[in-house]
């Protein structure tokens, strides 16, 4: 359930000071540009290039988030997002910590939408044109769209860009290296209950925070695993129950209240073949498994990880 936020005062206060409370408009910029920012601790001056580099040959303007440390003190304006009892780490603190200031800017420039990114991500040259795309095709009322992460579970196309689709999730995949957000997703994101889970863990988990969540397959973003990590996105592991009635009071992501918001968004009838195709994901992963079992003593370590892989379905 969503709340007024204590914070709510703190950013209509500076949206008072430093703009006198008026909305905020790119100045000689197309009207379809989209706004976008990256996030970046300010000793990351090599992911900056980066990045920039990319947007720029990506046709796409965009402003730098002075990201957060997590293993420094939280800004005061900052630590009322999070739960005293939170299970982050350190990186993942200031992971999640940065991606608000990013959704702050949003509603505090009264943007209606914006691209964020993690200064790790590896773009598509037509980033721009695929953005306007998907925009112009998205359903009214959406909140989020994930542009980084293939899908693991079966998924229901909302509209076909070529050999790109816009899909509605059964289980929305993991990961924020990049996506689109709208004043609408931002604003109730700000406004939740402090968090207690990495952002990873609460992107996942639309019914939290009312969120309209879509993705695109194939995603035009993802992360660069050759560059060293900086953040640990997922944060302190935790054990929780993954299975039977238990995990459906303890389990962040597999619980009750998201068995309803998922039959209430798709629909009892595209829910029913999700779980359909979903079963059969997980009886092919079980007799991989198996085979994989099998063969483990012969099987070279390279094939061994080929057997165990699931591969992701239209």
Known sequence: MLTRHPNDRHLERIREEVWGGKSYAIIGCPQHAIPAFYLNLDQEVVRR??????????????????????????????????????????????????????????????????????????????????????????????????????????????????????????????GAVGYLISQAGAQKLLQAQPRLWPIDTDTRRPWVFGLATYGLVAPPIRHNWLMPSTIRARGCKRRTPRRGLRAAFGNPIRNLEGFLFNWRSLGSARWAVCLIVNSAFKVRAALRRRTANAFVTKAPVRTHHRLMHVGVEH
């Open 49 to 174: 290039r980066s990045i920039e580099d990319q947007l720029a040959t990506a046709g796409i303007i965009g402003e730098r988030i002075e990201a957060v440390d997590g293993s420094k003190p939280l800004p005061r304006e900052l630590s009322p997002y999070f739960n005293a009892k939170h299970v982050m780490d350190a990186g993942a603190l200031g992971c999640y910590a940065s991606h608000i200031k990013a959704w702050e800017q949003i509603i505090l420039r009264g943007l209606p939408h914006a691209l964020v990114l993690e200064d790790d991500a590896i773009l598509a040259r037509g980033l721009a044109g695929i953005l306007t795309d998907t925009m112009a095709a998205l359903p009214r009322g959406w909140d989020m769209v994930h542009l980084g992460t293939e899908p693991d579970r079966a998924v229901c196309e909302i509209a076909s860009l070529g050999h790109r689709r816009i899909v509605q999730y059964s289980r929305v995949p993991p």
